[in-house]
């Protein structure tokens, strides 16, 4: 549940109360409105040198009622050069900033970019709002007694940007605000808990795209069985909860083009079915729809901000739970597809869920590409820990888009082998196939897997175990879902599918 500031681009003056922000590079440069503050100072090499303040990337100088105003407090944030990775520096200062502003009644950031740097300011300043808004989410929807000081640092109620350009940055942050809007669905999706987010419930989170101008179809059990979909339905079938497909539909080419594909694993809760987990960590299981979350996310940004492309989103939903109907380690189950599966541990179930939805959606829609997202192996946070997620691909082009995008926004992906070599891996004595390869490559073998769901359509697969849930905390997510992979995916979007 976001805590947002309300973010206001306004023409640039000397703020009379509050905490104001100015910023500088490693030259300790000022332009602008901000040169008239720090004049006002007097001596500011004197409050920096005290202060060891060299103007370094993500530094920050603080004076307490500075002199020459009335202001509660002025920040000095150091934008460095040169240090960081420029594509993304503007979005992690927001971040930063929103941090330092803390419970401000209000906070003015002066968006004056200092002398000898050639940024466009606008630009600047939507990013700087995006990087706050990512900051400021918290979800605190079921705690009743809530602490005064936001442990997150969000400012409390205004926070104005000011620039000359500010009805230019206002016009840039309406597709922001859409994009960070997806991305808080998205988190709000992964950490509510699995009795209050099961499959049906999904689903019904999902249908509300509707108000966006989303077209959504939801299938239920009985439609999943007269298209043969086995797969999906033996994760499901030891649980109460029933499992859904929702089918999300933004036609915003205007045209019947042939739209980009989507597609998420949304196991609402993962017992690992017979094969149960161990007791430790289990409740993080909730989060095992993380690759669903993004895609209505995602689903939603588009929509938001009007995209100019056909964009279908897929979303399996299930529940995997070990009562006497679940499916056991021996059986054989038949997917859409046709291709028999052996079930040989009901942890692997995610592949079986994106299988036949992988299938289906290839099958309908005939789409340009398919990007599939889950949660789906340990072994990827052994191989790449919680900085990338893992990228598989059958075309180059799309994994080099994939790989570009995740540069610019800073949800990294890195690619891993596809091979025929593993294939033998997941070959059955008993059907087409098994659900797993064993210990060794384990990633790699359950993006073969999917593979053979595809249909030779143009696909991508994205392992977020290590990014999706649980995530590492950082400038511009302290929660432990994290929404990652809408601002990825939406990016690859703008960059190469927009009209």
Request: include cysteine; glycine fraction near 12%; charge should be negative.
């Amino acid at each position: 549940m976001a805590s947002n500031p309300t973010i206001a681009f306004v023409a640039p003056s000397i703020p009379e109360t509050g905490v104001a922000v100015v910023l500088t590079d490693s030259r300790l440069g000022f332009s602008g409105t901000s040169a008239r503050i720090i004049e006002a100072l007097g001596d500011f090499g004197r409050y920096a040198k005290a202060a060891k303040f060299t103007g370094k990337a993500g530094t920050t100088l603080e004076i307490l009622a500075p002199q020459g105003s009335t202001l509660d407090r002025l920040v000095v944030y150091g934008l460095g050069r040169g240090e960081g990775d420029p594509a993304t520096e503007w979005v992690k200062a927001g971040g930063q900033v929103l941090r330092k502003i803390g419970q401000a009644e209000s906070a003015t950031v002066l968006v004056d970019v200092p002398p000898g740097l050639d940024d466009d300011a606008a630009i600047a300043a939507s990013q700087m709002a995006l990087g706050a808004r990512l900051r400021a989410y918290t979800f605190d929807r079921y705690k009743t007694k809530k602490k005064d000081e936001d442990e997150n640092g969000a400012c409390a109620n205004a926070l104005n940007i000011a620039l000359e350009q500010h009805e230019k940055a206002a016009e840039l942050w309406t597709a922001q605000q859409a994009i960070a809007d997806g991305v808080d669905i998205a988190r709000d999706l992964v950490n509510e808990p699995s009795n209050i987010l099961y499959p049906e419930a999904f689903a019904q989170r999902a249908a509300k795209l509707v108000d966006q101008g989303v077209d959504v179809e939801i299938l239920d059990e009985a439609a999943m069985s007269e298209l043969g979909m086995g797969a999906l339905l033996g994760v499901g079938q030891g649980s109460e909860n029933e499992s859904r497909i929702v089918v999300m539909r933004w036609n915003g080419a205007g045209d019947d083009s042939a739209p980009v594909a989507f597609v998420g694993k949304g196991v609402t809760f993962d017992t690992g079915g017979i094969s149960i987990k161990p007791s430790g960590s289990m409740e993080d299981m909730k989060g095992d729809m993380a690759g669903a979350a993004c895609v209505v996310g995602l689903m939603h940004a588009l929509a938001a901000r009007k995209a100019k492309v056909n964009v279908v989103g897929l979303i399996g939903l299930a529940e995997n739970m070990p009562d006497g109907a679940a499916q056991r380690p021996g059986d054989i189950v038949t997917s859409m597809s046709g291709q028999t599966i052996e079930i040989i541990n009901t942890d692997a179930e995610g592949r079986l869920v994106l299988g036949d939805v992988l299938w289906y959606a290839q099958d309908r829609f005939k789409p340009v590409f398919m990007v599939d997202l889950a949660t789906l192996t340990g072994a990827v946070l052994v191989a790449l820990g919680q900085e990338h997620g893992g990228l598989f691909s059958n075309n180059d082009e799309l994994s080099d888009r994939l790989l570009a995008s995740g540069k610019a926004t800073g949800e990294r992906v890195w690619r891993l082998p596809l091979d025929p070599a593993y294939d033998k891996m997941i070959d059955s004595k008993f059907a087409d196939m098994k659900n797993t390869g064993g210990r060794h490559g384990g990633s790699i073998t359950a993006a073969q897997f999917l593979q053979r769901f595809v249909n030779g359509t143009p696909w991508a697969h994205l392992d977020i175990a290590g990014t999706g849930m649980g995530s590492l905390q950082n400038d511009l997510n302290q929660s432990w879902g994290s929404g990652w992979g809408v601002r990825l995916l939406d990016r690859l979007v703008a960059d190469h599918y927009e009209a």
